[in-house]
């Protein structure tokens, strides 16, 4: 796209914004769109485009008939595909089938959540429900398997199709055959019955696992009540109070929030049961083995082996760490210095902010989100030729006002998908940052033109006030490039097949190219370019930059270590069945891989929701966070913003989605194929002290 193509389209697409008063710089349009109250133009004439321009939805009701749509054009192509002879056009109609359903099911999933009209998210999880009760259908149709099996069977055919269309075409197989499809009747309607009964216990454990627990008020001291929701007689408590400064409150707070439950503790060991009989009915020997299946790690024994080593390459300085903690405890409370669970979270942050001062209202000013957004526009410039373009949604495009819409821009490609940036706080919105994959991109056949990938990235970040635009804190700045992260691996994808698109990717690969972004969020070449004070324009210094960074490896070893503990945990879980408890396995897994003392009465199982949509891969953040940091250190350590890396790392990383081999993909970037004691050095040197902080401190 030329400059004045670029031009036209910001002029044609540019939103109306109410500035929030600034004294001094001046932000680019995209930056000037994040640090402003939108300013809505009334017209009363101006029509309802349905939300995401889908027309239908300019009303709860309209979910209904996107659905019937949906369902009726799965029957035109069910009977195509089942008619036709085997040849590539099976795996087209097989990802038409697919994406017809995932359009109308993850446009769903996201409004369920995220929109504040109750009737929209009721309708929203209706549709959910009745699509996935048709997707378990066409999971378990053998006419439909069977046409896609005479393709993978002819051998002539299939040595004629591309290898995308050869790996899409063997994981839809994939997906018949963990659903039972090779099995008899009997064992096939098993097999449906257990998929059935998963839905039910993992809503169940789900729901439960966020639900606060209560206590009597007369239980714990007064004075401690105002830390605590009141329920009438009884005092609240729905997390851990693991920020709170007064150790009794962390304690008393991890004891009620983490005492078992005993109908959430049985809804999880039948969850755990049932994952092991479907794996096992299946042809799988656990869950593990199951989910790992075409993922870079790829077996149970390799997770294990994995963070087994570790562990073991961590043990000094975790212990180490430890001690520090100790130290610290008894400095604070000489009358209780037995280093407790509850007290690491809080202790490594007392121990960071004491030693590099990275108070976070001291960052705040520098980092705005006009600024920020700036400088991730500014990023992807350099690195990929992108733009982020701020467009003025239709009406009824957005589910709030103050939902910000992106289109993404290539140099030469032209418009790559769009990105609707829904980052602020309301009430009923889920605290969590996430990316939801609205529509995957995907060559349309029928069209001749590329479906253009559209994604929400979803934050929690504080309104703009009428003297100052929202400031982010240091860690909600690396949550924003985290977030983008995935965002870009969405829009920079261009593969054939929807199936495999974006993020849709191994799990221990997808959270790669999130990581690497925050390794850009702390480099101050990268930093330096956005962060500014949004009253005096003065730059963010680079030794405040600097002492952040070096923050994190405080006590760096401990908290991998726990990271290392969840890991293992799940592992365990979903292993072969041990015949004891889940409490009796934490108890054991917690002193064999964290070594601070379980709590009787406690159950932290019941708190892990990451079993559910992480079952078996939690592990997948640290390995994740090992190829980064090779990615990282390898390719752009030396200069972040080299635009010949940035379009290898597009073209060897990004691009595919999941149509690639995950270890194929990192080995075509780093030239050489990483081992498990690789991925385990990177993540232990990343806790090596920078000495050139202590000097650039002590100048400071």
């Known amino acids: 796209m030329s400059a004045c193509k670029r031009l036209l389209y910001f002029v044609k697409h540019r939103r109306i914004w109410k500035h929030v008063g600034r004294n001094v710089t001046t932000w680019s349009p995209v930056g000037a769109a994040f640090n402003a109250k939108p300013y809505r133009r009334l017209d009363l004439f101006e029509k309802n485009v349905g939300l995401f321009g889908v027309s239908e939805l300019s009303s709860p009701a309209g979910f209904q008939v996107a659905t019937d749509r949906a369902l009726r054009n799965t029957e035109l192509l069910l009977e195509k595909v089942c008619s036709s002879s085997p040849g590539a056009q099976t795996v087209e109609t097989f990802d038409q089938l697919s994406d017809g359903l995932c359009k109308v099911a993850d446009l769903a999933d996201f409004v369920k959540v995220a929109h504040p009209d109750p009737a929209f998210r009721e309708a929203a999880e209706k549709t959910c429900v009745e699509i996935g009760t048709v997707v378990e259908k066409l999971n378990t149709n053998v006419e439909l398997c069977r046409s896609l099996k005479d393709l993978l069977e002819n051998q002539d055919i299939m040595a004629q199709l591309d290898p995308n269309t050869r790996r899409v075409a063997e994981l839809f197989m994939f997906d018949f055959e963990i659903s039972g499809i090779h099995l008899d009747e009997k064992l096939r309607k098993k097999a449906v019955a257990l998929h059935v009964k998963l839905l039910d216990l993992n809503n169940e454990f789900l729901v439960g696992s966020h639900m606060p627990n209560r206590i009597a008020r007369s239980a714990i001291p007064e004075h401690l009540h105002l830390h605590f929701a009141s329920e009438g007689s009884f005092i609240q408590v729905g997390g851990l109070h693991a920020d709170s400064p007064d150790d009794l409150v962390r304690e008393i707070a991890y004891r009620i929030y983490l005492y078992p439950n005993a109908d959430l503790m049985e809804c999880l060991e039948e969850l755990l049961k049932c994952r092991y009989k479907l794996a096992k009915l299946v042809g799988y020997e656990s869950y593990?083995?199951?989910?790992?299946?075409?993922?870079?790690?790829?077996?149970?024994?390799?997770?294990?082996?994995?963070?087994?080593?570790?562990?073991?390459?961590?043990?000094?300085?975790?212990?180490?760490?430890?001690?520090?903690?100790?130290?610290?405890?008894?400095?604070?409370?000489?009358?209780?210095?037995?280093?407790m669970p509850w007290d690491h979270p809080f202790l490594s942050g007392v121990l960071r902010a004491e030693r590099y001062n990275i108070e976070p209202s001291l960052y705040s000013p520098y980092l705005s989100l006009g600024a920020c957004m700036e400088g991730l526009n500014n990023l992807f410039s350099q690195l990929y030729g992108v733009m982020l373009m701020s467009e003025q949604p239709s009406a009824g495009e957005v589910w709030t006002d103050d939902v910000r819409k992106l289109a993404v821009v290539h140099e030469t490609e032209g418009l790559l998908g769009y990105i609707y940036c829904d980052f602020f706080h309301r009430q009923d919105k889920p605290r969590q940052d996430c990316h939801f994959t609205i529509r995957g991109g995907r060559f349309c056949q029928e069209t001749g033109q590329y479906q253009l990938p559209v994604v929400v990235l979803m934050l929690s970040l504080p309104h703009p006030t009428k003297s100052a635009p929202t400031l982010l804190t240091p860690g909600m700045m690396e949550n924003l490039f985290h977030e983008m992260g995935h965002a870009m691996h969405s829009m920079l994808g261009r593969t054939r097949y929807q199936h495999i698109t974006g993020t849709r990717c191994a799990t221990d690969f997808a959270e790669v190219p999130s990581i690497l972004m925050e390794y850009f969020a702390t480099d101050y070449r990268v930093v330096s370019q956005f962060a500014r004070h949004y009253q005096t324009g003065q730059p963010l210094p680079e030794h405040m930059v600097a002492r952040l960074c070096e923050s994190k490896k405080v006590c760096g070893a401990a908290d991998t270590q726990l990271q290392i503990f969840y890991a293992v945990l799940d592992q365990i879980y979903h292993g072969k069945p041990q015949n004891r408890s889940t409490t009796d396995i934490l108890k054991e897994m917690q002193q064999k891989f964290y070594r601070l003392p379980y709590t009787p009465n406690t159950a932290?199982?019941?708190?892990?929701?990451?079993?559910?949509?992480?079952?078996?891969?939690?592990?997948?953040?640290?390995?994740?966070?090992?190829?980064?940091?090779?990615?990282?250190?390898q390719c752009f350590v030396e200069n972040p913003l080299n635009r010949d890396m940035g379009e290898r790392y597009r073209r060897e990383m990004l691009a595919h989605g999941g149509a690639k081999e995950p270890m194929?993909?990192?080995?075509?970037?780093?030239?050489?194929?990483?081992?498990?004691?690789?991925?385990?050095?990177?993540?232990?040197?990343?806790?090596?002290?920078?000495?050139?902080?202590?000097l650039m401190d002590s100048e400071s």
């Not at 870079?296 to 520090?324: C, G």
């Not at 932290?604 to 940091?629: E, T």
Request: avoid cysteine; glycine fraction near 4%; aromatic fraction near 10%.
């Open 664 to 694: 194929l993909m990192v080995e075509g970037m780093l030239q050489r194929r990483p081992t498990i004691e690789d991925f385990v050095d990177a993540l232990v040197s990343e806790l090596n002290p920078n000495f050139e902080t202590f």
């Open 288 to 339: 593990a083995h199951r989910a790992l299946k075409g993922t870079m790690a790829k077996t149970p024994e390799t997770v294990m082996s994995f963070l087994q080593l570790l562990t073991d390459k961590l043990s000094d300085r975790t212990e180490k760490d430890f001690q520090i903690m100790r130290d610290m405890k008894k400095k604070l409370n000489p009358r209780n210095s037995e280093l």
């Open 604 to 633: 932290w199982q019941l708190r892990f929701s990451h079993l559910i949509g992480y079952g078996a891969k939690y592990y997948s953040y640290l390995m994740s966070r090992a190829v980064a940091s090779m990615v990282w250190k």
